[in-house]
Every structure is written in structure tokens, then in C-alpha cells.
């Protein structure tokens, strides 16, 4: 499937059929053909196996054997490089899951030429597009069993789900294996895992098809090749968590505290707006943005240290323009300013409130003195 990907994204066969001749492999040729998966038309890409090809295992099974082979080859460093990545966590997962030590684990099929094809093809054609960075969604495994060397196992199969330990995974209900150790390792090794798709301009669209045709379910690998847009020069829109609860019970002295704990348990930002609710009685909405790896956390203190029984909470865009922190000449001395800039470069220059207040009291100059000289100068980086 990203063979097929790829190949639908533009990668002609023969780049790929010339680059895996730096690989002594031998008893095998590629094909591609268009399908339709879902009444989508993809590109399916088949590694062909002749008489010397079929069965047989790429210079040995074990790790060692792997290593050699493609060592020897004729890839440059940096293909080399991530290939042993790729070979390494699949022995490394292989052996955890079937008990074995590491120097003796062997791949079986995934040792095979078709392996070995599918690993560097997909290599090589990512070096073709000239991709500097792969972002991937999370990853559908289906669910079932399958057929191995080892006999029947439920899918994922093993191998596979230690490979995505740590990358966030998902089942569509499709009682079929739709994520193997191969794809799996190719991930977890090439792809930022799982980041939202950049802020891009999209270019190419490739489909890659699955073996099977699966009814209601689109069995396609799809791939967008872009140029990200700079943040440099561009605002950009990061997801967060908006939680929020009402209050009309608690003493409005213990709020200052449970911002503090707040922010210490990772929040982004606190506000609190007042309300009138039911009876006509005063109250305080509470409102936290933060990260979705921090809500789990930042729930548990809203719970344990405020009176509220109940909160809400929902997936957010924010529009964030890039900024950085700077030390900065002033007449004052050095002062902290945060620098932001607008899609159209404009520069935006805030001085640090608490670097304001030292100010203010070191030179005995009002607050809104020091903020509007300091905000007037910008200072020098």
C-alpha cells in the first residue's frame, strides 16, 4: 500500500525498480495496475516472485544476516541508515513477543524478499519526492485473526501492536488485518506519529490499495505531498481542549490558589467570567485551555480543589500566531519581550509584565509609564 501510494503520487515504477537494484535480490519484478477500492481507483502495487524468489529469505533470517545484507549494499548512508532502523525494530519486536533473544530471532516472512522490496521501495520513494518530513494519522489495525508461520493469531498480530506501543491506534469494527508488522514498522520509524496534517499546500494525492476489497470500507493508503507553510509567515491553528465549569458556591478567596494549580498541572491559559445564574445568584465561569495529553490531569484538580461537581469540556481550534521570547536593550536595561508576528510579517513587541513592575519600582516611574516607553521603544535584540 505506500508502494502504491506512492507510485499514485507520482513516483514512476522504474525510479523504484532502479533503486532496489542496489540490493542484491534476485527472483522477483514489480507491478502496478489501477483498482478500485470503495469506487476509489488506487494504484495496487505487487511484488512478483518467480521460482527463485518464492520462499526464499533475503541472505538469512537472523538479525545479523539483515545487517550485512544491507550493509553491502550500494544504497547511499542515509537509505542505509533508516532501513537497519526499520529491520532492527522489527527483530527487536519479533523476538520480545515470541520470547527469544535478540541475536536469535528470526523474521520468517517478514525476512522474505517481498520484505525487504516493500521497506526499501517505499524508502526510495520517498527519497524521489524529495520528502523531508511524513506526518500520519492514527493507525486502523483492523480486528480478526490471521495466518502466520507461528499459526493463527488475532491482529493485530503481535509483532504489530508492540511496534505501536506509544502511537496512538484505532479499530474500525473491519474483521481483517488492515495494519501488518511491515506497515507498522515503516511507521513508527519515518512518520511523525500522530500529528495533525501541518498547516500545507497540498500538491499531489496518491492512493495506495489493500489486497482486498473490503464493502463499505475504503481499503486505501492515502498520502498528501505538500510544502508546509512557515509559521514564520503564517498564523497557525493548533487543537486544544476547552474546559469549563460554573461555580456559585465557593469563596471567591480560594481562586487565586486554584489557578496556581491549574497552570502547575499544565493548563495554557485560566480566566474566569461572572455570571448570574438559577435564583438570581452571582457566579464564576471557569474556563481552562489545555493539551489533551494535561486534561485528565487538570479534571482531577478542578475536582479536587474547587466545590464544582460537574465540568464540560471540548476539542477546540485556536488561531496562534508564532512568537518567541527575547532579552532586549532598553533604556532599562536588559528587558523580556515577547515577539510575535502577523501573516503579513508585521511584528508585534510586548515587554514582560513582571520585568515592568521591576522597573516601575526600582526608578519610582509609574507602571503605565514604563509599559508605554518600553512599548514604544521595542528595544534591541
Given at each position: ?12 515504477l522504474?525510479?523504484i525498480e ?10 522477483y ?8 477500492r470503495s ?17 526464499r ?10 545487517k ?8 547511499p ?18 523476538g520480545?513477543?515470541h520470547?527469544r533473544v535478540f541475536?536469535?530471532?528470526?523474521l ?10 516493500d ?5 526510495i520513494?520517498?527519497?524521489f ?14 480486528s ?6 507461528h499459526?493463527r493469531?488475532?491482529?493485530?498480530a ?31 520509524e ?6 495533525d ?13 489493500g ?9 486505501v ?16 491553528l ?9 461555580i456559585d ?16 498541572s ?7 467570567t461572572?455570571?448570574i ?9 471557569l ?9 485528565a490531569d ?7 480543589e474547587?466545590?464544582?461537581?460537574g465540568l ?5 481550534s485556536?488561531l ?5 521570547v527575547?532579552?532586549?536593550k ?5 528587558v ?7 501573516p ?5 513587541v ?14 519610582g ?8 516607553r ?8
Open positions: 500500500m505506500c508502494l502504491g501510494a506512492l507510485v499514485d503520487a507520482g513516483v514512476p522504474k525510479e532502479r533503486g532496489l537494484r542496489a540490493l542484491p535480490l534476485k527472483g519484478k514489480l507491478q502496478a495496475r489501477k483498482v478500485k469506487s476509489i481507483a488506487a494504484t495496487k502495487v505487487d511484488v512478483i516472485l518467480g521460482a527463485r524468489g518464492k520462499g529469505r533475503a541472505e538469512g533470517k537472523k538479525w545479523r544476516d539483515i550485512s545484507f544491507i550493509l553491502k549494499s550500494n544504497f548512508d542515509h537509505l542505509k541508515h533508516n532501513g537497519l532502523r526499520i529491520f532492527k525494530g522489527l527483530f527487536e519486536a519479533e520480545k513477543v520470547g541475536s536469535k530471532t528470526h520468517h516472512e517478514l525476512a522474505a524478499v517481498d520484505c525487504m522490496v521497506v526499501f521501495g517505499t524508502l520513494g520517498l527519497d519526492l524529495g520528502v523531508d518530513k511524513v506526518f500520519s494519522s492514527a493507525v486502523n489495525l483492523g480478526g485473526f490471521v495466518m502466520t508461520e499459526g493469531l488475532p491482529v493485530p503481535p509483532a504489530t501492536a508492540e511496534l505501536l506501543k506509544g502511537i496512538p491506534v484505532y479499530t474500525s469494527g473491519i474483521s481483517f488485518e488492515l495494519t501488518t508488522p511491515t506497515g507498522a514498522a515503516i511507521v513508527r519515518v512518520a511523525d506519529c500522530c500529528a496534517m501541518p498547516l500545507m499546500k497540498t500538491g499531489r494525492i496518491g492512493y495506495g490499495a489486497q482486498k476489497d473490503i464493502e463499505g470500507f475504503p481499503n493508503l492515502r498520502i498528501f505531498l505538500g510544502e508546509e507553510v512557515s509559521r514564520q509567515k503564517s498564523a497557525y493548533p487543537k486544544v481542549t476547552v474546559i469549563e465549569t460554573n458556591d465557593m469563596n471567591p478567596q480560594l481562586y487565586e490558589y486554584v489557578m496556581e494549580r491549574l497552570f502547575a499544565g493548563a495554557l491559559d485560566v480566566s474566569l461572572q455570571l445564574m438559577k435564583k438570581g445568584r452571582p457566579g464564576i465561569l474556563t481552562i485551555l489545555c493539551n489533551e495529553e494535561t486534561r487538570i479534571m482531577d484538580t478542578l475536582l479536587r474547587t466545590t464544582t461537581i464540560r469540556f471540548y476539542e477546540a485556536r496562534v500566531l508564532d512568537r518567541e527575547e532579552k532586549r532598553t533604556e532599562f536595561g536588559k523580556t519581550v515577547k515577539v510575535s508576528r502577523m503579513d510579517g508585521t511584528v508585534k510586548c515587554p514582560e509584565y513582571e520585568d515592568c513592575k521591576r522597573i516601575a519600582h526600582k526608578y516611574i509609574p507602571l503605565v509609564e514604563v509599559m508605554r518600553l512599548n514604544t521603544a521595542g528595544g534591541k535584540s
